[in-house]
């Protein structure tokens, strides 16, 4: 029963939603917190943000998008089939407490693990405003799911064909300015969240983002996801993977991110032809 995917919903043509059983996770998660998972025996290991979490059925909330060979392997199982195995819950919970009032900015598929932070931030009694944004609107995700807690939801494309034109750092700005924040919660690219954090720190807003480093172990044992926070080094398996949006070296974080990609795109092209490597 354990790991066995229970569902599989398609989001997008790149974008899948699983509900797996996990019952011994999902009684311990929190908002904010990862799980590290192996498609197969010989796969590679990769964390992925808990969308949904539910003590009670026992299942957990992963979504997956194809970017890469283990996304696209896991994109490709189906109900009934079972992940190799799962590890977690990993890092730390998000800061959940009463703020006054909250602005949650999810960038693409970031708006997916956004769900039971902000449900629980709803739930300790803030007022809840998310902010989505995407290219276009046949791209964007989870509006109607943050909707079921927030007070209201925005809605950002680059090209316009849903809500506001343009960016979502925009909207939070405007947000900001006519209502106030007293705490921004942002997931999403890094680049989206470096610039959230830009914007916010000029009204001296507390910023928390959560980082997706390459990870390796999910333990803070092999060091992949090293990150630089306030001048000191973190790891975003144990010390996150929620920090301080004003104090993260983006650079750094995204010079490394670009570290394997073209090991990345030899493996995926592999794995499109079915090709065998032989070194």
Known sequence: ???????????????????????????????????????????????????????????????????????????????????????????????????GRVVLVGGGFGAAPMYPIGKALKEAGNTVTSVIGARSADLLIYEDELAEFSDQV???????????????????????????????????????????ALTTKPYNVKTFVSLNPIMVDGTGMCGACRVSVGGQTKFGCTDGPDFDGHLVDWDLLMSRQRTYLTEEKEAMERHECNCVHHS
Do not use: C, W
């Open 154 to 196: 925005l809605v950002s494309t680059d090209d316009g064909s849903k809500g506001h034109k343009g960016l979502v750092t925009e909207v939070l700005k405007q947000e900001i300015e006519t209502n106030g924040a007293d705490f921004i919660m942002a997931i999403g690219p890094a680049i989206m969240m470096k610039f959230v």
């Open 1 to 99: 029963m354990a790991n066995k995917i229970l569902k599989k919903q398609a989001l997008r043509s790149d974008l899948f939603f699983f509900t797996v059983a996990a019952p011994e996770i999902a009684k311990k998660a929190k908002a904010g917190q990862f799980v590290v998972v192996r498609v197969d025996e010989e796969g590679e290991r990769i964390p992925l943000s808990l969308a949904r979490i539910n003590p009670e059925e026992g299942t957990l909330g992963l979504v997956v998008q194809t970017v890469g060979v283990t996304s696209t392997k896991f994109s490709e199982l189906n109900e009934g089939d079972s992940l190799s195995d799962i590890a977690g819950p990993m890092g730390h919970q998000t800061p959940i407490e009463n703020y």
